[in-house]
């Protein structure tokens, strides 16, 4: 005896409903997914602001110690760092930095800050739980996160050459030591990098005599 099999067309009415629960639940993804992005965003800004100023605060001690130590242990005699060269009338005629001087102490500075920086890892650093959901209202409230704190890479150094009239024929030449720290605090929705730059005065002296326009210019 045969057998037939015959196939029913569900109803359009379950059709509908299933593309229904199927729109719904992609709005309801869609949703949750931009509420997320917002809410990190906001977060972001908020400990962005609570966080930034007291570190920035802690990296400019740790940064002012390392030049102390700088300080304490290299010759700031402007001789040792400038040479300068006169003609037979006491006009100026060449002014020279000593680079291999001055790299070794940028090398030196570098080393130094590094090693202060790096202390601040230890620091206790913390933000108010509700301050991860984004709403500036509330975000001083909730007990404390403590966050991480890492160093981040080396601290490049650059020096940096002024030249400034003080007087008839009298010029100030100062040389500085420009470097940049940077540290990154690690958040459970996000990093926030804050960078300290800090100049350090090598040497200065008054140059007494009229200053070629090349080296006003150039800054050696």
């Not at 037979?88 to 090398?107: H, P, Q, R, V």
């Not at 209202?137 to 160093?151: E, F, H």
Request: net charge negative; aromatic share 8%.
């Amino acid at each position: 005896m045969p057998y037939y099999v015959v196939s029913k067309k569900p109803p359009k009415r379950a059709k509908k409903k299933k593309i229904k629960a199927i729109a719904a639940i992609l709005t309801l993804i869609l949703l949750f997914t931009g509420a997320f992005f917002y809410f990190n965003k906001q977060a972001h800004e908020v400990i962005d602001q609570l966080t930034r100023a007291t570190i920035s605060n802690r990296l400019t001690v740790k940064m002012n110690a390392a030049f102390d130590e700088l300080m304490a242990s290299f010759d700031d005699e402007y001789s040792s760092y400038v040479h300068i060269e006169r003609n037979s009338s006491g006009e100026i005629t060449l002014i020279t930095a000593d680079m291999i001087k001055i790299n070794k102490l940028m090398a030196q500075y570098s080393t130094i800050v590094q090693s202060h920086v790096s202390e601040i890892e230890e620091d206790d650093i913390s933000v108010p739980m509700l301050a991860f959901t984004g709403w500036p209202l509330v975000s001083t409230l909730g007990a404390d996160i403590k966050l991480d704190i890492v160093a981040v890479g080396d601290a490049p150094c650059s020096y940096r050459s002024e030249f400034k009239e003080v007087g008839i024929n009298q010029t100030l030449h100062s040389i500085y030591i420009d470097v940049s720290a940077k540290v990154e605090i690690i958040l459970p929705i996000d990093n926030i990098e804050v960078e300290c730059p800090s100049s350090a005065l090598v040497c200065e002296s008054v140059i007494v005599g009229r200053v070629p326009q090349f080296y006003l210019q150039n800054k050696i």
